[in-house]
C-alpha cells in the first residue's frame, strides 16, 4: 500500500461534511492532504486490435452450381481452395443437390466462390444475384468463374453494377492468357493435360466502371479486336452448339441469316468455323480489353469475375491463380 499524506484523524462533520447519522459510532477513513497524495496510477491503455497481417488466409465457401452438367466442379476446385483457406475453414454448397444458397450460409466466408462448370443457361439465377449482392453488401468477396456466364447474365445488372464486367463475345478463340496489374505476370492455357479439358466458349470480358482487366486473352494488354467468337475447339453439345451459332451474344457482329444453316452445318460435323463465317467483335468495340479476368476493388467489397472455369486448368495452375485471386481480394 501506498502512504499518504493526512490532515490527521479529525472525524469531524467540519472536515468530512454533514453527520448523515447523528449519534451512531462511526469509523472514520483517512483524508488525503491536498496536493500531498501519490498520483493514482492510470488505467492501462486498451490493447489495439491487432492489424490482419498481409498472408491472412480466408474462411471459403464454394459453391457448386455445375447443375451436374459436365466434369464436377467441387472435385476439380476442393483441393486448391483447401489449400488457400484457413484451416478448417474452407466449405462447399451444392445448388443442385441443396438447392439455392441463403445468406446466413454465404456470411460464414471471407469469400464465396461461385463455380458453374459448363452451365449456359440460368448459370447465376436472379434470385441468386440478388443474395450475392447481399453479400457483397455486408462486407464479402466474391470470385465467380464459369465460361458462360458472361454469355447468360453479361447484360443483368448484377454483371455490369456489382461486378463491373463488360461481356464482349462468347468465345476467346484462344486458349492462352496472361495476367497483368495487380495480378502480376503469369502465363496459363486451358484445357491442357491434368485439366479437366472442358472449356468450349470461355468468354472475353473488359473492365467496366472503375474495375480492371488483370488478365489478357493470347498476350497481356489484347484487344478485342483480335478475337472471333467460336468454340476453342469441338463442341460435344450439339444443343448448345446451335444456340451459339443461332444467338451470338456480346459486342459481336450478327452472322447473315443466309450463312447460319452452313456454319452450324460446320459446327456439329465437328468442323471448325471457316475466317469468313466467324461473328467478330464489332469495329466499334475492337478497343475494348481482351480480358479473361476482371477484378473490381468496390472498396467495402472485392470481386474477381474469371471468363471462363479454373476446372479448365491443370492442378498446379489452378491453385497458383487461386492463390492469386485470394491474395488480392483479402487485401
Same mark, same amino acid.
Given at each position: ?88 475453414? +474452407? =466449405?462447399?454448397? /451444392?445448388? *443442385?443437390?441443396?438447392? &439455392? ?7 460464414? #466466408? $471471407? ?75 503469369? +502465363? =496459363?492455357?486451358? /484445357?491442357? *493435360?491434368?485439366?479437366? &479439358? ?7 470480358? #473488359? $473492365? ?124
Amino acid at each position: 500500500m501506498v502512504p499518504v499524506g493526512t490532515d490527521g484523524f479529525n472525524c469531524t462533520v467540519a472536515e468530512w461534511g454533514r453527520d448523515p447519522a447523528p449519534g451512531v459510532r462511526k469509523g472514520c477513513f483517512i483524508k488525503d492532504r491536498p496536493g500531498s497524495g501519490a498520483a493514482p496510477t492510470p488505467a492501462p491503455a486498451p490493447t489495439p486490435a491487432p492489424a490482419p497481417s498481409a498472408g491472412k488466409k480466408p474462411r471459403v465457401l464454394l459453391v457448386d452450381d455445375d447443375m451436374g452438367q459436365g466434369p464436377d466442379v467441387t472435385a476439380a476446385l476442393r483441393d486448391a481452395i483447401k489449400a488457400n483457406a484457413v484451416s478448417g475453414g +474452407a =466449405f462447399v454448397w /451444392n445448388t *443442385q443437390s441443396q438447392g &439455392a444458397v441463403p445468406l446466413s450460409e454465404m456470411k460464414r #466466408a $471471407d469469400i464465396v466462390v461461385w463455380a458453374t462448370g459448363e452451365q449456359y443457361q440460368n448459370t447465376i439465377t436472379a434470385a441468386d444475384q440478388n443474395t450475392l449482392r447481399q453479400y457483397v453488401a455486408g462486407g464479402g468477396n466474391l470470385l465467380i468463374t464459369g465460361q458462360d456466364i458472361g454469355y447468360d447474365i453479361g447484360t443483368s445488372a448484377f454483371y455490369t453494377g456489382t461486378l463491373k464486367a463488360r461481356f464482349v463475345a462468347d468465345s476467346s478463340g484462344n486458349t492462352k492468357f496472361v495476367t497483368g496489374g495487380a495480378f502480376g505476370s503469369t +502465363a =496459363f492455357t486451358l /484445357n491442357a *493435360q491434368g485439366s479437366a &479439358a472442358n472449356q468450349y466458349y470461355p468468354d472475353v470480358i #473488359a $473492365d467496366l466502371g472503375g474495375s480492371a482487366t488483370v488478365a489478357s486473352w493470347g498476350t497481356a494488354n489484347a484487344t478485342a479486336g483480335t478475337i472471333t467468337a467460336q468454340s476453342i475447339r469441338v463442341d460435344p453439345n450439339r444443343t448448345r452448339a446451335a444456340q451459339k451459332v443461332q444467338d451470338p451474344r456480346g459486342l459481336v457482329e450478327r452472322l447473315a441469316a443466309n450463312i447460319l444453316g452452313g456454319v452450324l452445318n460446320q459446327i456439329l460435323g465437328g468442323n471448325t468455323q471457316s475466317a469468313q463465317n466467324r461473328p467478330r467483335v464489332s469495329a466499334q468495340s475492337a478497343g475494348e480489353n481482351a480480358g479473361a479476368i476482371v477484378a473490381n476493388d468496390a472498396g467495402s467489397y472485392r470481386t474477381v469475375t474469371m471468363g471462363f472455369g479454373l476446372e479448365g486448368l491443370t492442378p498446379n495452375s489452378r491453385n497458383i491463380l487461386m492463390k492469386t485471386s485470394f491474395d488480392w481480394l483479402m487485401k
